[in-house]
């Protein structure tokens, strides 16, 4: 389906052109002066440069010219030039009905899909999530809904952490800790025990005594350092152990991920890449990329146009040991091989953007991928405390993801116990439902560079640009379609009027912006659009409810048409809230 954009562009262009004038000059903006129309045109400004005439002579042909068409309700010529239009109300509901009859509400993809990879979420197997994984796991989720909602063949990746010196720490302290394992016995010769040594709140408790104890203890920071060397050499004893902590830690992390309700289609780490990367660093030596310096292997990345310097890239250290970049290569490796994907989206913290812009570069230098290849690196902002620090535990610790949601819920609960009667299951039930989407919202409404400040009170409140005010929406109307019902009105032959009163209009043309919305949050990898969106639509209806008698309209007509147009407002905003993977209550 044509956007209205498109179909006002199209008579513009019609009328343009009858006039003697270029195509090219007629384009449509959303207006930046809403108080006095809705759509704008200023192309006679630039086309009186060429034609030696007045702005305003122009505008004022143009203009006359489409005086009778049904699509404007008015199209006037305004000095020093500009034509500002309004909608014709009867375009408009003959719009919304087939955006409501069409297959994604008329939004298509103008160009081919295409197989792209997001890498998010990041993890570190063996540590416990913090709320600096939260960014990545709930952008990239959205992200990689976007995408999918375009048509594109989307593969997520969660691409753990499980390679690291998390790794050797852990070995180490187990050793210290339970020497009698087999693990630790160089003379077993059986099979190593199928149950892991550990359950997941011991190894929780395991890692940050052992990341602790290397920090004073240089013998102990040594033995795990060669215990992480063993491990990449494939030692059995290390394996086995780690096998063990990958089992247990990934099990964990999945809960964790289904509790944010977000999913990906590959579990891979760090660990899969490494077959790759003996050749792969072969090849980047064969072909003169990489050379030696001090003991290691480097790849230069510096390019002309680079205002400031660029540190070459290690793709080997001089004790062979594996590196961050390294593996992030050799993944794109094995992911060219698997998959060919078209584009990458990577999702971490912006701090890591020296790290991609490495890794993308040698890539492509390398023939990884191929020179064109389209990689995005979405650095995403930190999330601060109301003093504008890194978001800490009130005692100063580094704040679990657990608890992080648990002190939504639990902020939300509050507000729904203070002025509901529900009882306490579905009160705590339906606190889950919004803590979490306080959460992600208030995460998500802010452009991903840049950091925000957490304020549960701002983000749990049922007022202004939050999560609860969203769903309260949607619940809101919900709640009046099943009266409707209720009352016997059907759901059939729903079509919306011509619109009366500016609310309803205005609701009306918020509507029609879906597949704008749509293409600009995909393009520019932004779920914050998506939410601007559904912040104007809610509005939009929260005004045209506080005005319009809905259910108790007289006409019946008038009625229906009422319904039809909060029914597709319900259909736009719960599909968006699904692009966020925020869920929406029954009553709230
Ligand atoms: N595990 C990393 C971290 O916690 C994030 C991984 C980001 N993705 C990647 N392909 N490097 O910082």
Redesign the pocket.
């Known amino acids: 389906m044509n956007t209205v954009m498109e179909l006002i562009a199209a008579e513009l262009k019609k009328a343009f052109t009858d006039c003697g004038y270029d195509e090219s000059y007629a384009k449509v903006t959303v207006s930046n002066r809403p108080d006095l129309c809705e759509y704008q045109c200023n192309g006679a400004m630039a086309a009186a440069k060429s034609y030696r005439k007045a702005p305003f002579v122009i505008a004022d042909e143009v203009a006359g010219r489409l005086a009778d068409n049904t699509m404007f309700e008015t199209i006037e010529s305004v000095k020093p030039g500009f034509i500002n239009i309004t909608i014709g109300r009867e375009f408009l509901a003959e719009y919304l009905d087939k955006m409501a009859a069409a297959d994604k509400f008329g939004y298509s993809l103008n160009e081919e899909p295409k197989t792209v990879i997001v ?6 197997a063996a ?1 416990p999530l913090h709320v ?2 939260l960014r ?1 796991a709930v952008i990239g989720e959205s992200v990689k809904r976007i995408n999918k909602y375009v048509g594109n063949n989307v593969i997520g ?1 969660v ?3 499980d390679w ?1 010196l998390q790794m050797g720490l852990i070995i180490e302290e187990l050793r210290d800790r339970k020497p009698e394992l087999p693990y630790f016995d160089d003379s077993f010769e059986g099979e190593y025990p199928k149950e892991a040594p550990f359950t997941i709140s011991e190894l929780e408790e395991i890692y940050p005594a052992a990341s602790a104890k290397s920090k004073e203890d240089e013998a102990f920071a040594k033995r795990a350092h060669t215990a992480t060397l063993k491990l990449q050499s494939k030692d059995p004893a290390c394996t086995a152990v780690w096998k063990h902590i990958m089992a247990v830690s990934k099990q964990d992390l999945k809960k964790n991920y289904d509790n944010l309700n977000v999913s990906f289609d590959l579990w891979k780490g ?1 660990s899969d890449a490494q077959v790759y990367i003996p050749d792969m660093v072969q090849k980047m030596i064969d072909d003169g990329i990489a050379y030696e310096s001090q003991g290691a292997m480097v790849v230069d990345i510096q390019e002309e146009t680079d205002s400031k310097e660029l540190p070459p890239c290690i793709v080997r250290k001089s004790d062979g040991a594996a590196l ?1 970049a390294t ?2 290569l050799a ?1 794109l490796v094995e992911r060219e091989k698997d998959f060919h994907p078209d584009s990458y989206i ?4 912006k701090r ?1 953007e020296l ?2 812009t490495q ?1 993308f570069r040698v890539a492509k230098k390398a023939g990884i991928v191929k020179p064109d290849a389209d990689m995005t690196f979405l650095g995403f902002g930190t999330m601060n405390g109301k003093d504008g620090k890194p978001f800490k535990t009130r005692s100063g610790g580094v704040m679990r993801l657990e608890s992080l949601i648990l002190e939504i819920e639990e902020a939300v609960y509050n507000k729904i116990t203070q002025n509901r009667s529900m009882t306490e299951e579905e009160a705590k039930a339906t606190a889950k439902i919004v803590g979490l989407a306080a959460l992600k919202y208030g995460d998500l409404s802010n452009q991903a560079s840049k950091d925000y400040v957490f304020d549960i009170e701002r983000f749990s409140s049922f007022e202004g640009n939050t999560g609860p005010y969203i769903l309260y929406t949607i619940v809101r109307i919900k709640s009046i379609l099943n009266k409707y019902k209720e009352n016997g009105g059907t759901m059939d032959n729903l079509s919306v009027n011509a619109a009366g009163s500016a609310g309803e209009k205005n609701l009306s043309l918020a509507l029609t912006k879906f597949a704008d919305m749509i293409e600009s949050a995909y393009a520019e990898k932004a779920p914050h659009k998506v939410c601007q969106y559904i912040y104007e639509v809610s509005n939009a209806f929260n005004g045209f409810y506080h005005d319009t008698k809905i259910l108790s309209e007289s006409s019946e007509s008038l009625k229906k048409g009422y319904i039809a147009l909060i029914n597709l407002t319900k259909a736009i905003l719960e599909q968006c809230i699904e692009l966020l993977a925020i869920e929406c209550p029954e009553r709230m």
Request: aromatic share 14%; proline share 0%.
């Open positions: 890498d998010f979420g990041g993890a570190n540590k600096g994984h990545s990746d691409h753990l952490g690291g760090e961050y593996s992030d993944t990577y999702l971490a913290d890591q790290h991609f890794v």
